[in-house]
């Protein structure tokens, strides 16, 4: 059964509605949490906020999951960093949790059809 996630960014007060089940609730607001002690610095946070660095996208726009292969090749990339940006500093388990609130804005912001 669907339960409504209530996306209320912890710092920026936005609220949207959209489906999703209790367990990816909670992985979305844990995720939130990880993302904005991590990686806020240079990622755009919650449905409006820009990115401070210019080349880092914000979370509402990052997407990882093309398929299972390239969505575990992507996390071990982002957990052990790359060109363009340092080691994540975070578990594969926060980096989950990561995606989780990254498709939640993706979510909030397609608008559900009536």
Known sequence: ??????????A????????????????ALRGETIARR????CHGMGLTEDSA???APAFRDIRID?????????????HQGHVKMPPAGVS????????????????AKTPSPR
């Open 66 to 78: 093309n398929n299972a292969i390239s969505y575990a090749r992507r996390l071990e990339q982002l």
């Open 53 to 55: 660095w210019q080349g």
């Open 1 to 10: 059964m669907g339960v409504a996630l209530l996306c209320v960014s912890l």
């Open 38 to 41: 991590y990686c806020a610095d």
């Open 12 to 27: 920026g007060g936005e609220a949207c509605a959209a489906p999703a089940s209790g367990k990816s609730v909670a992985s």
């Open 92 to 107: 594969l388990d926060e980096l989950r949790d990561i995606d989780a609130y990254s498709r939640s804005l993706r979510r």
